[in-house]
């Protein structure tokens, strides 16, 4: 089983491309999905990489982080699981709790 990474505190120029490629030299990668903002399209400045074993994601997250890309230090950690959303900030009535007077 593969092992997904977080990858942090990167530049808005880096793509998914470039982080395959980086990412490649420690073994194989099997996405490279750099987050982007749905209405601009314009990056989050972290993405999420999947190796294809954890012996490789380790190697890449020793030799590659606080490593300078396009300017920026990357910040690679083991990805954490998602957790379960409520469905975000729903306020009941369109109110909200807070009252002005």
């Known amino acids: 089983m593969g092992k997904k990474l977080y990858v942090g505190n990167l530049?808005?120029?880096?793509?998914?491309?470039?982080?395959?490629?980086?990412?490649?030299?420690?073994g194989t990668v099997d996405s490279a999905n750099v987050i982007t903002d749905r209405e601009t399209g314009r990056s989050k400045g972290f993405a999420f990489i999947e190796m294809s074993t954890d012996g490789e994601a380790q190697t890449a997250i020793q030799k590659l982080n606080g490593s300078e890309v396009s300017g920026r230090a990357m910040n690679i950690s083991e990805a954490k699981p998602q957790e379960n959303r409520s469905g975000g900030n729903r306020r009941s009535g369109g109110f909200s709790s807070r009252r002005s007077y």
Do not use: G, K
């Open 11 to 26: 530049s808005y120029t880096v793509d998914s491309n470039q982080l395959t490629n980086l990412f490649a030299e420690f």
